[in-house]
């Protein structure tokens, strides 16, 4: 089991950029894929990004393609969510989350723990 803490949302304009963060802890960390996923009010939770524990492979969802960039850090258990280009429809809670599987999997079923989330919101 790992523990999730994200960080750094908050209010931006559309076009400009904002990077979360999510700390992890445990000794752990490394051996987790790591994604992100995000909800908006009314909506399912969706995915984002992911990425897995070596960090040789990410994946992305359509919508955020050549505008986000997940990455990772092991040295300091935390992995990032730099976003650019940022749109009013990106407004959500985003949420990171662990799996264990050796498969870089994009369903919310297949992790296993979960942060709290943090809002960001894009104004237009």
């Known amino acids: 089991q790992v523990q999730l803490v994200e960080s750094g949302g908050g209010l931006v304009q559309a076009g400009g950029s904002l990077r979360v963060s999510c700390a992890a802890s445990?000794?752990?960390?490394?051996?987790?894929?790591m994604g992100w996923f995000r909800q908006a009010p009314g909506k399912e939770r969706e995915f984002v990004a992911v990425?897995?524990?070596?960090?040789?492979?990410?994946d992305y969802a359509e919508s955020v393609k050549g505008r986000f960039t997940i990455s990772r850090d092991n040295a300091k258990n935390t992995v990032y969510l730099q976003m650019n280009s940022l749109k009013p429809e990106d407004t959500a809670v985003y949420y990171c989350?662990?799996?264990?599987?050796?498969?870089?999997?994009?369903?919310?079923?297949?992790?296993?723990?979960w942060g709290q989330g943090t809002q960001v919101t894009v104004s237009s």
């Open positions: 989350a662990a799996s264990g599987s050796r498969v870089v999997f994009t369903a919310p079923e297949y992790y296993s723990d």
């Open positions: 445990g000794r752990t960390f490394s051996s987790y894929n």
């Open positions: 990425i897995s524990w070596t960090g040789g492979t990410t």
